[in-house]
């Protein structure tokens, strides 16, 4: 398992990367991006922190539809970050 994680690693910095290219000229785009996932992992801190006595403010379906309005019109990139939360990613295909 720990030989797939610098790919899975590796795969995550190439991707935040690819979304600072994209909107370069909309810094707001990128940092709300950012911002978004922050919570997102704080959240998931908290939750295991807490063992299960806390239930993520952020579900994974949440954080997929924030990006999805984020990246309006930008399929390949949503597409991509479905990739990185595939709970979210087959729930939201209903």
Known sequence: M????P??????????????NRF?????I????LEILHTYQKE???AKEAGGNYTPALTEQEVY?????????????LSEFGQFLPD???????
């Open 2 to 5: 720990q030989n797939n994680q």
């Open 7 to 20: 790919v899975e690693f590796n795969h995550a910095i190439n991707y935040v990367n690819k979304i600072k």
């Open 24 to 28: 370069q000229g909309q810094p707001d």
């Open 30 to 33: 990128y940092k709300a991006f």
């Open 44 to 46: 998931q801190r908290n």
């Open 65 to 77: 539809a924030q990006v999805a309005r984020l990246f309006k019109n930008q399929e390949d990139l």
């Open 88 to 94: 979210a990613n087959s729930s939201a295909v209903r």
